[in-house]
């Protein structure tokens, strides 16, 4: 993968979660976000770089710094436990690229 | 609020074609880019390509001698045939909306239920 997240984060509940995604692309590109539930379709939870679709609560967020992009979850619920994309295009800023994934766990 | 619905053969054989549809209910067919977008255990989330409302196309580099993406925005549809499909092309299949505002990619905000699709002799 062009973009590399982490396998799994594991966090208890009310703790706040960061999930990194690195690649070269951040420098140029922005970084796009989205939560997988078993047997759902992926949802969109961050838009360039740290923008909120309607929605998304208030707890979810993003950040870049460089070539690392950071998905934050404050206050992390048992409703957060999900898988999470990172996603942005890929080095020629031709097409999309996604990481391969991070498995958050709510202890 | 926008809804895509997909359909489409759920079990092929090597050397088949692959023919998904989607409808778009709810909003503009006009100004998006109407994508799909597998996910399999082995490669992850692929983007396959994506097409706009006036047929102008886009496909992944990997995939783009095997897939052809259509529209007909009489019905608010758009189709994805990939031809020659193989075991690896097993995967779940997703249309999606590539939300696109004054030239800004706002990120695929909404997306098909998904199509399972199985490659086996």
């Known amino acids: 993968y062009e973009l590399t997240q982490p396998p799994s984060v594991s966090v208890s509940p009310g703790q706040t979660a960061r999930i990194t995604c690195s690649g070269d692309a951040f420098s140029k590109q922005y970084a796009y976000w989205y939560h997988q539930k078993p047997g759902q379709a992926p949802v969109l939870v961050i838009y360039?770089?740290?923008e909120r679709p309607s929605g998304i609560p208030e707890r979810i967020s993003g950040s870049t710094s460089g070539t690392i992009v950071t998905l934050i979850i404050n206050g992390v619920q048992a409703e957060d436990e999900a898988d999470y994309y990172c996603?942005?295009?890929?080095?020629?800023?031709?097409?999309?690229?996604f990481g391969g994934g991070t498995k958050l766990t709510v202890l | 609020q926008v809804r895509l619905q997909q359909w489409g053969a759920g079990l092929l054989k090597p050397s088949e074609t692959l023919s998904l549809t989607c409808a778009v209910y709810g909003e503009s067919f006009t100004g998006d880019a109407w994508t799909w977008i597998r996910q399999s255990p082995e490669k992850g989330l692929e983007w396959i390509g994506e097409i706009n409302h006036a047929g102008s196309t886009n496909y992944s580099p990997s995939l783009k001698s095997r897939v052809t993406l259509s529209v007909d925005t009489s019905k608010k549809q758009f189709s994805l045939k990939m031809h020659y499909v193989t075991a690896a092309d097993t995967a779940m299949y997703y249309c999606?909306?590539?939300?696109?505002?004054?030239?800004?990619?706002?990120?695929?905000?909404?997306w098909g239920q998904g199509t399972l699709v199985t490659v086996s002799s």
């Open positions: 999606s909306r590539g939300r696109l505002l004054y030239g800004d990619f706002l990120g695929f905000d909404t």
């Open positions: 360039k770089d740290n």
């Open positions: 996603q942005s295009t890929d080095s020629s800023g031709s097409y999309p690229v």
